[in-house]
């Protein structure tokens, strides 16, 4: 008897403000976030697409779809991790990113892989 297939893949972020791209005065606040995908699954999966909602102090919301994550479709086996940089621009100094990856599963199973809830923030905003 075999084990059963487990689909799960896991998030790990860190976020940074870049005050150097930043205008407050212009209600621009860029932030970088950078992601940690890890496969702690037992099949290889291949990050197909991303969703993503940003969402700003002022509830304006930013919808993202886009395939894979900078320019990439990484394939991962059971333990492997993706590692990535990007960013996003709001118009307030605090807001929230969330959303899903659609993985595809090398037996053909589709899965979405959810991103937790994370803050984006200036220093010294949130404490």
């Not at 998030?11 to 970088?32: C, G, H, I, M």
């Not at 993503?52 to 102090?57: E, H, K, S």
């Amino acid at each position: 008897m075999s084990d059963q297939i487990r689909y799960e893949f896991s998030v790990k972020v860190k976020t940074a403000y870049l005050q150097e791209q930043s205008v407050p005065e212009d209600n621009r606040f860029v932030f970088a976030y950078t992601i940690s995908i890890t496969n702690t699954g037992s099949i290889q999966g291949t990050l197909m697409r991303r969703h993503w909602v940003i969402t700003d102090a002022n509830n304006k919301v930013q919808e993202v779809h886009g395939d894979g994550v900078v320019g990439e479709q990484p394939c991962l086996g059971p333990g492997q991790s993706f590692e990535y940089t990007s960013g996003a621009i709001l118009e307030t100094p605090v807001g929230c990113m969330e959303g899903a990856y659609d993985i595809l599963a090398e037996d053909g199973v589709e899965f979405a892989s959810p991103i937790p809830v994370f803050n984006l923030s200036t220093p010294l905003t949130l404490h």
